[in-house]
Nanobody
Framework: QVQLVESGGGLVQAGGSLRLSCVAS????????MGWFRQAPGKEREFVSA????????LYADSAKGRFTISRDNAKNTVTLQMSSLNFEDTAVYYC???????????????WGQGTQVTVSS
Protein backbone atom coordinates (compact mmCIF):
# COMPACT_ATOMS: atom_id res chain seq x y z
CA GLN A 1 0.00 0.00 0.00
CA VAL A 2 1.16 3.51 -0.81
CA GLN A 3 -0.23 6.62 0.81
CA LEU A 4 0.01 9.87 -1.13
CA VAL A 5 -0.52 13.34 0.27
CA GLU A 6 -0.59 16.40 -1.97
CA SER A 7 0.05 19.97 -0.91
CA GLY A 8 0.74 23.34 -2.42
CA GLY A 9 -2.58 24.19 -3.99
CA GLY A 10 -4.26 27.53 -3.53
CA LEU A 11 -5.56 30.65 -5.16
CA VAL A 12 -3.34 32.38 -7.71
CA GLN A 13 -3.84 35.11 -10.27
CA ALA A 14 -3.65 34.34 -13.96
CA GLY A 15 -0.05 34.36 -15.08
CA GLY A 16 1.17 33.27 -11.69
CA SER A 17 2.91 30.13 -10.49
CA LEU A 18 2.32 27.34 -8.01
CA ARG A 19 4.36 24.40 -6.87
CA LEU A 20 2.53 21.21 -5.98
CA SER A 21 4.15 18.50 -3.93
CA CYS A 22 3.18 14.92 -3.25
CA VAL A 23 4.77 12.93 -0.46
CA ALA A 24 4.52 9.15 -0.48
CA SER A 25 4.70 6.75 2.41
CA UNK A 26 4.46 3.01 2.60
CA UNK A 27 6.14 0.83 0.01
CA UNK A 28 9.31 1.90 -1.76
CA UNK A 29 8.60 5.10 -3.62
CA UNK A 30 11.17 4.44 -6.32
CA UNK A 31 9.26 1.37 -7.48
CA UNK A 32 6.53 3.53 -8.91
CA UNK A 33 6.06 5.82 -11.82
CA MET A 34 4.26 8.95 -10.66
CA GLY A 35 1.64 11.00 -12.36
CA TRP A 36 -0.33 14.18 -11.90
CA PHE A 37 -3.94 14.42 -12.99
CA ARG A 38 -6.58 17.06 -12.55
CA GLN A 39 -10.33 17.28 -12.53
CA ALA A 40 -12.44 20.38 -12.89
CA PRO A 41 -16.11 20.50 -11.86
CA GLY A 42 -18.28 18.77 -14.41
CA LYS A 43 -15.31 17.51 -16.37
CA GLU A 44 -13.52 14.20 -16.66
CA ARG A 45 -10.23 13.48 -14.98
CA GLU A 46 -7.42 14.79 -17.17
CA PHE A 47 -3.79 13.76 -17.44
CA VAL A 48 -1.25 16.49 -16.71
CA SER A 49 2.19 14.94 -16.40
CA ALA A 50 4.05 11.78 -15.43
CA UNK A 51 7.57 10.77 -14.52
CA UNK A 52 9.35 7.43 -14.59
CA UNK A 53 10.74 5.61 -11.56
CA UNK A 54 14.19 7.10 -11.90
CA UNK A 55 13.03 10.47 -13.21
CA UNK A 56 14.79 9.94 -16.51
CA UNK A 57 11.63 10.04 -18.58
CA UNK A 58 8.82 12.56 -18.36
CA LEU A 59 5.52 12.91 -20.13
CA TYR A 60 3.31 15.98 -20.46
CA ALA A 61 -0.14 16.73 -21.73
CA ASP A 62 -0.16 19.30 -24.52
CA SER A 63 -1.78 21.78 -22.15
CA ALA A 64 1.15 21.44 -19.75
CA LYS A 65 4.07 21.49 -22.15
CA GLY A 66 6.30 24.50 -21.72
CA ARG A 67 4.49 25.65 -18.59
CA PHE A 68 4.68 22.76 -16.10
CA THR A 69 7.69 20.77 -14.92
CA ILE A 70 7.50 17.48 -13.10
CA SER A 71 10.35 16.19 -10.97
CA ARG A 72 10.93 13.68 -8.21
CA ASP A 73 13.29 13.10 -5.33
CA ASN A 74 13.38 9.42 -4.45
CA ALA A 75 15.41 10.11 -1.33
CA LYS A 76 12.57 12.27 -0.01
CA ASN A 77 9.70 10.21 -1.46
CA THR A 78 8.44 13.33 -3.18
CA VAL A 79 7.16 14.25 -6.61
CA THR A 80 6.72 17.90 -7.52
CA LEU A 81 4.79 19.73 -10.19
CA GLN A 82 6.02 23.25 -10.84
CA MET A 83 3.34 25.21 -12.67
CA SER A 84 3.81 28.59 -14.28
CA SER A 85 1.86 30.88 -16.59
CA LEU A 86 -1.32 29.60 -15.03
CA ASN A 87 -4.64 30.44 -16.61
CA PHE A 88 -8.27 30.01 -15.70
CA GLU A 89 -8.47 26.67 -17.51
CA ASP A 90 -5.92 25.25 -15.06
CA THR A 91 -8.43 25.54 -12.23
CA ALA A 92 -9.09 22.04 -10.90
CA VAL A 93 -8.39 19.59 -8.14
CA TYR A 94 -4.94 18.15 -8.76
CA TYR A 95 -4.18 14.56 -7.82
CA CYS A 96 -0.93 12.67 -7.71
CA UNK A 97 -0.91 8.99 -8.43
CA UNK A 98 1.49 6.05 -8.29
CA UNK A 99 1.53 3.30 -10.86
CA UNK A 100 3.53 0.70 -12.71
CA UNK A 101 4.28 2.70 -15.85
CA UNK A 102 4.75 6.26 -17.02
CA UNK A 103 1.45 6.72 -18.72
CA UNK A 104 -1.23 9.25 -19.44
CA UNK A 105 -4.04 6.80 -18.79
CA UNK A 106 -5.36 7.12 -15.26
CA UNK A 107 -6.29 3.42 -15.27
CA UNK A 108 -2.58 2.56 -15.13
CA UNK A 109 -2.28 4.07 -11.66
CA UNK A 110 -3.02 2.11 -8.53
CA UNK A 111 -2.74 4.66 -5.73
CA TRP A 112 -4.13 8.15 -5.48
CA GLY A 113 -3.87 11.09 -3.15
CA GLN A 114 -6.81 13.06 -1.84
CA GLY A 115 -6.17 16.01 -4.16
CA THR A 116 -5.31 19.65 -3.74
CA GLN A 117 -7.37 22.52 -5.12
CA VAL A 118 -5.82 24.96 -7.57
CA THR A 119 -7.87 28.03 -8.39
CA VAL A 120 -6.70 30.56 -10.93
CA SER A 121 -8.44 33.91 -10.89
CA SER A 122 -8.73 35.91 -14.07
Amino acid sequence: QVQLVESGGGLVQAGGSLRLSCVASGRTFSRYAMGWFRQAPGKEREFVSAISRTGGYTLYADSAKGRFTISRDNAKNTVTLQMSSLNFEDTAVYYCAAGSSTDGNYRMYDYWGQGTQVTVSS
